[in-house]
Every structure is written in structure tokens, then in C-alpha cells.
T-cell receptor, first 111, second 112 residues
Framework: EAQVTQNPRYLITVTGKKLTVTCSQN?????MSWYRQDPGLGLRQIYY???????DKGDVPEGYKVSRKEKRNFPLILESPSPNQTSLYFCASSLAYGEQFFGPGTRLTVL | KQEVTQIPAALSVPEGENLVLNCSFTDSAIYNLQWFRQDPGKGLTSLLLIQSSQREQTSGRLNASLDKSSGRSTLYIAASQPGDSATYLC???????????FGTGTLLAVQP
């Protein structure tokens, strides 16, 4: 089944404890992105990648890192999480200029 | 900077009604536009993708139109059902940053 998977789906952590949210797609898509969704602010792009080893900042990149070492994986790294990074996170993938497919989301709470 | 507005913000209709959700965007230089549905606390499900060269796209009871020059898209839902209750989001895609710009959403409730 063609899909985008994210892990973990739910995470509660404490300020400053490094964490990684994984994202994987099995559709051989070049493009991948991370978004966060917050009440009243909607969905905003954090980082994106046009291909392996090619990443760039989105609208709200502060406090996040990404890497794209393989085409199928695009992990989101929070080196020192803070409470303002409490949010619902989505990974998405697509072919160039194509339909974007979203993962199921990761609900992160930073205490 | 692309701005996307969806009207109405919320809508409640009885089962069986046909309805139209509206989306407007300020920058017409888009490659495509996607409509999604989102159930509370859940992920985004892609409903329809309209390429900039297309005028409309249909999937089952859903029909989406695109008027790129005027910056508008509509999502038509025929014979609505309670299972259609969700938030509907439109998102034009500009290309350069692989970024979808999401609208504010329309919260739809279909009453049995």
C-alpha cells in the first residue's frame, strides 16, 4: 500500500531532551516536507527537500533540523525541544509538482 | 505572499443537501491546487488535485473547479452524508518551495 508513515504517533517529552520524528514513504517520491499544525495558525511548512541531500527551510524552521540521506526517509530532529514546539506534526511527500500525500501525524507535547 | 481564504468558516446542513465550499487565493501563479479533508485530530486525506491547466476535477460525489485567473476554487459536494462531516482545506501549490499554502478551512457538519 502506498503510504507515508510517521513514528512515533504520540510523544510526551521534557524541555531540552533531543528527539527525532521519523518519516518514511514508499512511493519513490523526490519531494518531502514537514509541516506543523497549530490552532488558529493552520498548517505551516517547517522544512522541505527536493531530493536526496537537498533540503531547505520553510516558514518556521527555528529549532528544527532535517536530513535526507535516502530518498524514502526524511527525519525531523528537535535538538533541544521547548514548550512552544508542542504541536501536531505532519510529513508529506510527492512527485515533482504532483499530488502531496500526508502521513498520519505526530502529536508532540513538550513539558 | 500567497494568502488563502475559505468561506464559509463553518457550515451545518441536513443530510442529502448539495453544498459548495469556496476558496480564494491571492497569487494566481500556481502549479496546482489540492483539496483535503481532515477529521478531528487526524491526518489530511487528499480529495482532489487540479492542475493549473485544468478547469475542474471530479471524484465520486465531489467536484472541484479552478479559475486560476480570478484566484478561486470551489468544492462541490453532492448529496451530502453524515460521514462527510470534517474540516475541508484547500491548498494551492506554488512550486518553488514545494510548499502548499493552506486555507483557514471550512468545518462541515452534516446532520442526519
Amino acid at each position: 500500500e502506498a503510504q507515508v508513515t510517521q513514528n512515533p504517533r504520540y510523544l510526551i517529552t521534557v524541555t531540552g531532551k533531543k528527539l527525532t520524528v521519523t518519516c518514511s514513504q514508499n512511493m519513490n517520491h523526490e519531494y518531502m516536507s514537514w509541516y506543523r499544525q497549530d490552532p488558529g495558525l493552520g498548517l505551516r511548512q517547517i522544512y522541505y527537500s527536493m531530493n536526496v541531500e537537498v533540503t531547505d527551510k520553510g516558514d518556521v524552521p527555528e529549532g528544527y533540523k532535517v536530513s535526507r540521506k535516502e530518498k524514502r526517509n526524511f527525519p525531523l530532529i528537535l535538538e533541544s525541544p521547548s514548550p512552544n514546539q508542542t504541536s501536531l506534526y505532519f510529513c508529506a511527500s510527492s512527485l515533482a509538482y504532483g499530488e502531496q500525500f500526508f502521513g498520519p501525524g505526530t502529536r508532540l507535547t513538550v513539558l | 505572499k500567497q494568502e488563502v481564504t475559505q468561506i464559509p468558516a463553518a457550515l451545518s446542513v441536513p443530510e442529502g443537501e448539495n453544498l459548495v465550499l469556496n476558496c480564494s487565493f491571492t497569487d494566481s501563479a500556481i502549479y496546482n491546487l489540492q483539496w483535503f479533508r481532515q477529521d478531528p485530530g487526524k491526518g489530511l486525506t487528499s480529495l482532489l488535485l487540479i492542475q493549473s491547466s485544468q478547469r475542474e476535477q471530479t471524484s465520486g460525489r465531489l467536484n472541484a473547479s479552478l479559475d486560476k485567473s480570478s484566484g478561486r476554487s470551489t468544492l462541490y459536494i453532492a448529496a451530502s452524508q453524515p460521514g462527510d462531516s470534517a474540516t475541508y482545506l484547500c491548498a494551492p501549490y506554488g512550486g518553488a518551495t514545494n510548499k502548499l499554502i493552506f486555507g483557514t478551512g471550512t468545518l462541515l457538519a452534516v446532520q442526519p
